[in-house]
């Protein structure tokens, strides 16, 4: 297992923006609930799993659904998510995603990918990003979300690289919880406020430098 650099991105919000088609989808299927869904509300489903999203949905709406109703329910929701996100292009990418992903690409260091989200490959794919990606771990390949380390422990055996190594990237305060317990540096992107435990935090991509992830690394280390 090497010692060497690696970077481990959130998708969400980190390389591209899907937060809107997940709050439209969320909010559609509130309100043929009967309820409504704020943005607020939707904020704090960041990094947060599909099901355990759910379950904070029907709790704010004050409704109980059986396991078998919460399972159709999801899948509802996801339905329109994805027939929301097959229309994604090249353009949502966030402003520095890709020459950060370019940068890494030529100086040899792994890139992996480590979301919670189930339709990352579409999303990669219609972003035109799925390339970069030396290893993928979703929401297909773990069992439980974050904060719990798993993504982020799994990406790095699969990139052969210990968690000293990895330099995860993540924009919900759940990630930069889940990069911690996994013994990782953390990136956070957006407000400093909403997440606490990272070593630095930024607007996007475009605000960091392959240098100074590499410092970051060393520093930690």
Same mark, same amino acid.
């Given at each position: 297992m090497t010692q060497q650099t690696a970077c481990i991105f959130d998708l969400d919000g980190v390389?591209?923006? @899907?937060?809107?088609? /997940?709050?439209?989808?969320?909010?559609?299927?509130?309100?043929?609930?009967? +309820?409504?869904?704020? /943005? *607020?509300? $939707?904020?704090?489903?960041?990094?947060?799993?599909?099901?355990?999203?759910?379950? =904070?949905?029907l709790e704010w709406g004050g409704i109980r659904k059986s396991d078998a109703e919460r399972e159709e329910l999801a899948s509802l929701k996801n339905s329109w998510y994805v027939a929301m996100i097959s229309k994604m292009t090249a353009g949502e990418v966030l402003p520095g995603s890709l020459e950060l992903l370019r940068q890494l690409k030529q100086q040899g260091i792994k890139i992996a990918l480590g979301s919670a989200s189930k339709n990352s490959a579409l999303i990669l794919e219609r972003t035109g990003l799925a390339h970069f990606f030396d290893a993928i771990v979703d929401g297909n390949a773990v069992t439980t979300s974050k904060p719990d380390p798993e993504v982020f422990i799994k990406a790095a055996e699969?990139?052969?690289?210990? %968690?000293?190594?990895? !330099?995860? +990237? &993540?924009?919900? +305060? *759940?990630?930069?919880? %889940?990069? $911690? %317990?996994?013994? =990782?540096?953390? !990136?956070? #992107?957006?407000? *400093? &406020? $909403?997440?606490?435990?990272?070593?630095? !935090? #930024?607007?996007?991509?475009? &605000? #960091? @430098? !392959?240098?100074?992830?590499?410092?970051?690394?060393? +520093?930690l280390k």
């Amino acid at each position: 297992m090497t010692q060497q650099t690696a970077c481990i991105f959130d998708l969400d919000g980190v390389l591209v923006d @899907t937060a809107v088609y /997940h709050y439209k989808a969320w909010k559609q299927l509130a309100n043929s609930l009967g +309820f409504d869904f704020t /943005h *607020a509300q $939707n904020e704090q489903l960041k990094g947060v799993s599909r099901m355990r999203s759910l379950d =904070m949905i029907l709790e704010w709406g004050g409704i109980r659904k059986s396991d078998a109703e919460r399972e159709e329910l999801a899948s509802l929701k996801n339905s329109w998510y994805v027939a929301m996100i097959s229309k994604m292009t090249a353009g949502e990418v966030l402003p520095g995603s890709l020459e950060l992903l370019r940068q890494l690409k030529q100086q040899g260091i792994k890139i992996a990918l480590g979301s919670a989200s189930k339709n990352s490959a579409l999303i990669l794919e219609r972003t035109g990003l799925a390339h970069f990606f030396d290893a993928i771990v979703d929401g297909n390949a773990v069992t439980t979300s974050k904060p719990d380390p798993e993504v982020f422990i799994k990406a790095a055996e699969l990139l052969d690289t210990a %968690a000293a190594g990895c !330099v995860v +990237f &993540e924009d919900a +305060f *759940a990630g930069v919880q %889940a990069a $911690n %317990a996994a013994g =990782m540096g953390v !990136v956070g #992107i957006g407000d *400093a &406020e $909403n997440l606490k435990g990272a070593q630095i !935090v #930024i607007k996007d991509l475009s &605000e #960091i @430098t !392959v240098a100074e992830i590499e410092a970051l690394n060393r +520093f930690l280390k």
